[in-house]
């Protein structure tokens, strides 16, 4: 399983409501931060494990050595706990592929863009824990954004960096309007292959049937806009 994530950088306003439901808050010393981290840890294993609707915050505060009231201080839903690992998945993951491409003049941004799409579906925890983390940053975007804190629409501002480039290498249809087509081809290959994600953690579908789904997904959307 992945390590979580020690470097999560939440919304700046503890106050900041989304959704209704606070954001939670964000540790400053360095003993909050242990605490936070071992939680969210300690989280993810009991989701993963069980899944979300059968795992338990005592189990988890049992494991992580504090209280009901400390996860709840962080981690205001359980269901948090994967748009706190999307955040770590984006930041760590996603970014940089993005800024590889985007300096890598000799690669074709298409390649660029297909990397990213592939490591976007890549199970980091588990297939199943991946799929529901999926589902849950569909549900609930702007949650998502916000616990991010890289402003509205993340990936699709990430596709859209990376679809700018590929007009400016001449690789794009002048005239494709960059943020909708980011968002496009992030929807199609998001729904369509998080439907695998789940077949695959269901065990009815083979794990390679999830690069394959992804990749036909990212071709279909790039057949629209590459020159």
Known sequence: MASPATQIAPPDSDGALVGGVGLGTVPKQQRGIEVRDRLLAAAIAEIDAKGIEES??????????????????????????????????FREVLRPALDEALADESTPIRDGA?????????????????????????????????????????????????????QRRNEITPDAPVSICAAVLIAGVMFSA?????????GTSPGSEIAEVANQAFDVAWSGIGT
């Open 114 to 166: 297909r990397k990213i799409v592939l490591l976007m579906m890549e199970p980091q925890v588990s297939p199943r824990f991946h799929a529901e983390m999926l589902a849950e940053t569909l549900r609930h975007p702007a949650r998502f954004a916000a616990i991010l804190g890289e402003g509205e629409l993340p990936l699709a501002v990430l596709f859209a960096e990376l679809l700018a480039e590929g």
């Open 56 to 89: 338990r915050v005592e189990n988890v505060v049992a494991e992580a050595g504090t209280s009901w009231g400390t996860f709840f201080r962080y981690f205001p839903r359980k269901e948090d706990i994967f748009l706190h690992e999307c955040a770590r998945h």
């Open 194 to 202: 998080a439907r695998v994600l789940q077949d695959v953690a269901d």
